[in-house]
């Protein structure tokens, strides 16, 4: 190690113990979301990111921003506070962005007098964006950009009034994960950055603005916004939304924000949130961000959900209003412990996020609707793992993955999310619950605040948990479930006994020894209706799809994620009676879990591929720029 290096090391060391030092006071700061700390760590090389966070890091945001509708532009201030962490005296500032306009930048000692300085932007990838290199005297703590976005920004959607519930006025919506945030805000786009924020929105004076941060639900609707974030966040999770929103309470730090015409369909379905934080705080410490809300988005929105802190974002499909999917509530509540809290340091960590938030989701729906709820959860989840497992190339079926050179929405499989929480799952079975949630919730006091790396992880997860035991570590193999393909043949195989019986009727249907008026579905859950579609053969006579469809009027499903299962089949065995409600759910919804699966099977055939085109023609400005790059690719689409 050489000298500098070695100054660093001893340099953090001491930052690290300074919570420590100073004691319950630092602690009871953190937990009542005053002055945050903010810990310098060790730069990681991130493939997705020209920035040089081992010599300058940003430690706070200020954004000011003009929201124009009818540009389709934000007009942004970005002042960067930036701190030397290297003792390269002359490393410039490497910021990332993507699309962006860049009128001036300008530089300060103290953030009061500004001096305009050079700076350039370099060429761009096509998955990185350029990076814009401002070089730095030495004494300069502040940078101020002056700056605007594009239309066609990746990471924003722009969506007219006939896109909403209301039809009356337009809304617009930011999405940063994975690296979406430097087409809309010039930073560096590196999980392992955390930055604290402060902006202030201008728009319409008749919409409100929102974003991850404090958002008092009474502010008054005047056009001009103020946030604050206090707590160090990485790029990824800053976001912003503009529209005709109203707020309904659920509890005392919890509520939803939603077009006025829908806010109260939503009420129903997200009304055990209070209690599934409370349940969360039980197992894995105090909920570290103030208010819980949740904004749910127009159709368009192109995830189910976003665990933007203090609001998650959320796509109206969730609506099914049998509380049938809540488990997506209870998701992005899970990344404000495993994301938000403890964050993944590159993308190819991200199964720190998912795997472990996966984990978290059914460890609350098992706290909240029991056990029975959460297995057929976690069938249904190995399920589409294995299926995705049987597709996949080798080095993408590994949780550490390498995504040098590609687009990190490429490691969107089912392997970070389903593998990662098998894995703890094991872990969890083997060295028992007590000692499982004792080790996990000592897991994110420690790395609170910090971005951690795969082998932070393994290195804590050694030392805390493997090496005190030696005799269960040998049970699970640790660099297998990291490193190799596949799953371990000791994987923990959960079932679920509802699941067995709707088999059995699945097959007494199948046999011809009931119709399917007779299968006893009366009772079932959005989840038993799931594993039924899943459990029937992948081609099935026009008779039988018929007979299933006049029993339970499945091509007029509301529910999206059983509409979504039964339009799959359609496709697969030319079920002509659905082809217009696929049409419908095409144009109608832009959640790339839902649209990518149907182009794909679409693509399969000549006249289905023709279909799909037709379809896509429609639906393509009505997508979310992140969706239109997915379903291109999908159809080879390359008209303008
Ligand atoms: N953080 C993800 C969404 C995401 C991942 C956006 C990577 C961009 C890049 C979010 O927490 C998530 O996993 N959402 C899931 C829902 C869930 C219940 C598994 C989704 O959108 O389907
Ligand atoms: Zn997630």
Not at 264 to 275: G, M, P, S, V, W
């Amino acid at each position: 190690m050489n000298q500098t290096a070695l100054l660093f090391c001893l340099l953090s060391g001491l930052y690290l113990a300074l919570p420590l030092l100073a004691g319950l006071d630092t602690m009871k700061d953190a937990n009542n979301l005053s002055a945050a700390v903010s810990l310098p760590a060790h730069a990681v090389e991130d493939p997705h990111s020209y920035a040089n966070p081992g010599d300058v890091r940003v430690r706070h945001l200020d954004l000011e921003c003009e929201v124009l509708f009818d540009q389709k532009t934000l007009k942004g201030t970005a002042v960067l506070s930036i701190e030397r962490v290297s003792q390269d005296k002359h490393a410039p500032l490497i910021l990332d962005t993507r699309n962006l306009n860049i009128a001036t930048v300008e530089t300060s000692p103290d953030g009061a007098r500004y001096t305009a300085a050079t700076f350039t932007v370099g060429s761009v990838d096509k998955f990185l964006g350029a990076p814009l290199t401002i070089p730095l005297p030495e004494t300069v703590t502040r940078v101020r950009i002056k700056y605007s976005t594009n239309p066609t920004a990746s990471g924003v959607q722009w969506l007219e009034p006939s896109q909403t519930a209301g039809k009356k006025d337009p809304f617009v919506f930011t999405q940063s994960q994975a690296i979406h945030a430097r087409s809309w805000i010039p930073l560096q786009d590196t999980p392992q950055v955390r930055v604290t924020y402060t902006a202030r929105v201008h728009t319409p004076r008749h919409l409100l603005a929102v974003m991850s941060a404090e958002n008092d639900p009474r502010t008054p609707r005047d056009g001009d916004y103020r946030f604050r974030m206090q707590q160090p966040i990485p790029s990824y999770l800053i976001a912003l939304a503009v529209g005709d929103l109203s707020f309904r309470p659920l509890g005392r730090r919890t509520g939803v924000y939603a077009e006025p015409s829908v806010a109260d369909f939503f009420l129903n379905e997200t009304a055990t949130t209070e209690k599934m934080v409370r349940a969360t705080e039980k197992l894995y410490g105090p909920y570290r961000w103030g208010r819980y809300d949740l904004l749910v988005l127009p159709p368009s929105f192109p995830f189910g959900g976003m665990e933007n802190p203090r609001l998650t974002f959320a796509t109206p499909t969730v609506l099914a209003g049998d509380k049938s999917l809540v488990a997506l509530v209870a998701h992005e509540l899970a990344h404000s412990w495993s994301g938000n809290l403890v964050t993944n340091a590159t993308w190819s960590d991200f199964w720190l996020n998912e795997g472990f938030t996966v984990y978290l989701e059914r460890r609350i729906l098992e706290t909240v609707y029991g056990r029975e709820r959460e297995e057929m959860e976690a069938v249904l989840g190995l399920r589409a793992l294995d299926e995705d497992l049987a597709t996949l190339d080798d080095p993408d079926e590994i949780l550490h993955v390498d995504l040098k050179g590609r687009d990190p929405d490429a490691g969107f499989t089912q392997v970070p999310y389903e593998k990662g929480a098998l894995f703890l799952r094991h872990l969890e079975e083997t060295f028992g619950r007590t000692r499982f949630d004792r080790f996990l919730r000592s897991y994110f006091d420690h790395f609170a605040f910090q971005s951690i790396t795969t082998a932070d992880f393994v290195d804590y997860l050694k030392k805390n948990l493997l090496d005190r035991d030696s005799k269960l570590a040998a049970r699970v193999p640790v660099d297998e479930w990291i490193n190799k393909p596949g799953i371990p043949s000791n994987a923990p195989k959960p079932t679920s006994p509802a699941f067995s019986r709707v088999e059995g009727e699945a097959q007494r249907w199948l046999r011809n020894e009931i119709p399917a008026s007779k299968i006893s579905a009366a009772k079932w859950t959005t989840h038993e209706w799931l594993h039924f579609l899943n459990s029937l053969p992948k081609d099935l006579d026009r008779k039988k799809m018929e007979e299933l469809d006049q029993a339970f009027h499945l091509t007029g499903s509301g529910n999206s994620e059983i509409a979504f299962q039964w339009l799959l089949m359609s496709i697969r065995n030319r079920y002509e009676p659905a082809y217009p409600r696929l049409e419908e759910f095409l144009t109608s919804i832009g959640r790339r879990k839902f649209i990518k699966p149907l182009y794909e099977e679409l693509a399969k055939t000549p006249e289905g591929k023709e279909r799909a085109l037709a379809i896509y023609r429609r639906a393509r400005p009505t997508y979310h720029p992140i969706a239109v790059t997915s379903i291109d690719e999908v159809l080879k689409w390359n008209n303008p």
